[in-house]
């Protein structure tokens, strides 16, 4: 049964609000996913779901109560607000009315070792950008790569920004963050090989055997792939460039190499 909230001083409407913040995601272990088609991801997804928050304008919208009934079977908790509550918890522009609460994903770097698929990996050193860091993982996920792997300093994967440009990505592939050492180790158990990203590589990415058991590197926005990767790469590779730009957006760029190696392998990942 749906519960009516209608204070702002409700327990579960402060912890949904201090959720914007990334100290309270990470002290809490919680994270928000917000809209009806990331709802009915998570719906979809074996993360674990603690409750969710409707609108009361939108709860005559089909979809939303269909989302409502389905939250409630697996055990979610359905809360209901008045539209000037919902607005102040939304981190949207333009809500859609529905949000759920979540538990972060609790998958480590050594259990994702074991039963890792070794085809295509990526890697994102420090990157700061929110909407790269989802992008990239939606692209990764679209070109079947096995996972991402966030080293360094990277844009937190459970802002708001962040997930929404997963566009439900975020469930459907191991995206885990781990320092730089880590991530060697890791590609060194597989067996990957490390291709390195950067404008000043040698090595064209049509040129580069991306049908082997490999990670891309991708670096931070302003100064690219750190010396912990770089000097561990068995290639630099470089996306030619035949116009006046200096260089690609790094999400951009991931698109144009990803989709190389889904080439490459045949359209079969």
């Known amino acids: 049964?749906?519960?009516?909230?209608?204070?702002?001083?409700?327990?579960?409407?402060?912890?949904?609000?201090?959720?914007?913040?990334?100290?309270?995601r990470e002290e809490t272990g919680l994270f928000v996913v917000e809209g009806t088609r990331f709802v009915q991801e998570a719906l979809e997804s074996s993360w674990i779901l603690e409750y969710a928050v409707v609108?009361?304008?939108?709860?005559?919208?089909?979809?939303?109560?269909?989302?409502?009934?389905?939250?409630?079977?697996?055990?979610?908790?359905?809360?209901?607000?008045?539209?000037?509550?919902?607005?102040?918890?939304?981190?949207?522009?333009?809500p859609q009315g529905i949000l759920a609460v979540m538990q972060q994903s609790r998958e480590?770097?050594?259990?994702?070792?074991?039963?890792?698929?070794?085809?295509?990996?990526?890697?994102?050193?420090?990157?700061?950008?929110?909407g790269n860091v989802g992008t990239i993982i939606r692209t990764a996920d679209a070109a079947g790569a096995a996972?991402?792997?966030?080293?360094?300093?990277?844009?937190?994967?459970?802002?708001?920004?962040?997930?929404?440009?997963?566009?439900?990505?975020?469930?459907?592939?191991?995206?885990?963050?781990?320092?730089?050492?880590q991530c060697l180790e890791?590609?060194?158990?597989?067996?990957?090989?490390?291709?390195v990203a950067g404008a000043e590589a040698k090595h064209a990415y049509t040129d580069v055997n991306l049908t082997i058991p490999c990670a891309v590197v991708l670096g931070n926005e302003g100064a690219g792939v750190g010396d912990d990767f770089r000097s561990q790469a068995?290639?630099?590779?470089?996306?030619?460039i035949s116009g006046r730009a200096e260089s690609l957006n790094v999400a951009s760029a991931a698109a144009v190499i990803l989709f190389e190696a889904v080439r490459q392998r045949g359209l079969a990942l």
């Open 1 to 24: 049964m749906i519960r009516q909230i209608v204070s702002q001083d409700n327990q579960y409407i402060k912890l949904t609000a201090s959720l914007r913040q990334k100290k309270y």
């Open 55 to 94: 609108s009361e304008a939108h709860e005559g919208n089909e979809r939303i109560r269909g989302l409502a009934t389905n939250l409630e079977k697996r055990g979610c908790q359905v809360l209901s607000v008045p539209p000037a509550l919902y607005k102040k918890i939304s981190d949207t522009e333009a």
């Open 108 to 130: 480590t770097l050594e259990a994702v070792a074991v039963t890792a698929n070794k085809a295509l990996w990526v890697i994102l050193d420090s990157l700061q950008d929110p």
């Open 147 to 181: 996972g991402v792997l966030l080293a360094g300093e990277c844009a937190d994967l459970y802002a708001g920004k962040t997930t929404r440009a997963t566009m439900g990505s975020l469930f459907h592939l191991p995206v885990i963050k781990a320092s730089a050492p």
């Open 186 to 195: 890791f590609c060194r158990r597989l067996g990957l090989s490390l291709y």
């Open 234 to 240: 068995r290639l630099h590779l470089k996306i030619p």
